[in-house]
């Protein structure tokens, strides 16, 4: 059996059903028994390696942190008491903030920030003008220090956390936080919008010279709500 072939026979039995839209393979060639018995309808292997060693929550939330740092995003702990007052603190060099539709209120009650709300008649130039969003998140991935958002009614639409220059994100502790992107994936919806972030947009040319904001925020802060 060809490559080919065997990349085709798993296609077909993660789908359950045979192939329309490619041609049929070609015999297989003579071969041990293994090399065919994969062949036919039956469930993909899913073995691999879920989770690096065994954390408490609190280690999960550490970890987090300490790859959220790497990536150059500034981290926060706090409780939902102390929330309203740091966020404040975080929007205190900002005019306007933008706001998801179903972002707690209480969230932003302590800042002087003017809300703006994203509205289907907003435009990428509407959006460029203001100063920072505050959004939730879906999920945190403590072993690559990833955020996903996955456009629910606390993070809004995905531009909106793409455009401003200053993006806070708030993630509840434990709650939100997995250790692997395989314990991710297992907990999203593949159909959603899904968003995934690693520290402030940057990149880099040729001789490593780095550059932040060219492709998204150019300060990102993570606010790890439940964690002190």
Not at 23 to 41: E, F, I, K, L, Q
Not at 47 to 58: F, K, N, Q
Not at 198 to 214: F, H, K, M, N, Q
């Amino acid at each position: 059996m060809t490559t080919r072939d065997r990349i085709l026979s798993r296609i077909r039995r993660a789908n359950s059903t045979p192939s329309t839209t490619h041609p049929a393979p070609s015999a297989p060639t003579p071969g041990p028994a293994s090399a065919t018995a994969a062949v036919g309808p039956g469930p993909v292997p899913r073995d691999y390696l879920r989770v690096h060693g065994t954390r408490t929550p609190a280690e999960t939330a550490d970890l987090l942190a300490a790859h959220l740092t790497e990536y150059r995003a500034r981290v926060h702990r706090t409780d939902e008491a102390g929330l309203p007052l740091l966020l404040a603190r975080l929007l205190s060099a900002s005019r306007t903030v933008l706001v998801p539709p179903a972002l707690p209120p209480y969230w932003l009650s302590a800042a002087d920030a003017t809300p703006i709300h994203d509205r289907a008649a907003s435009t990428p130039h509407d959006l460029d003008g203001v100063d920072s969003v505050v959004t939730g998140c879906a999920l945190a991935i403590a072993e690559t220090g990833t955020l996903v958002l996955d456009g629910g009614p606390d993070q809004g639409r995905r531009r909106i956390s793409l455009i401003p220059d200053h993006h806070i994100c708030v993630v509840r502790v434990p709650a939100q936080v997995v250790d692997s992107v395989p314990q991710a994936v297992e907990r999203l919806d593949p159909v959603r919008p899904l968003t995934w972030i690693s520290g402030p947009s940057a990149t880099s040319d040729i001789e490593l010279d780095r550059v932040e904001g060219v492709h998204g925020p150019r300060t990102l802060d993570v606010v790890l709500l439940g964690a002190q």
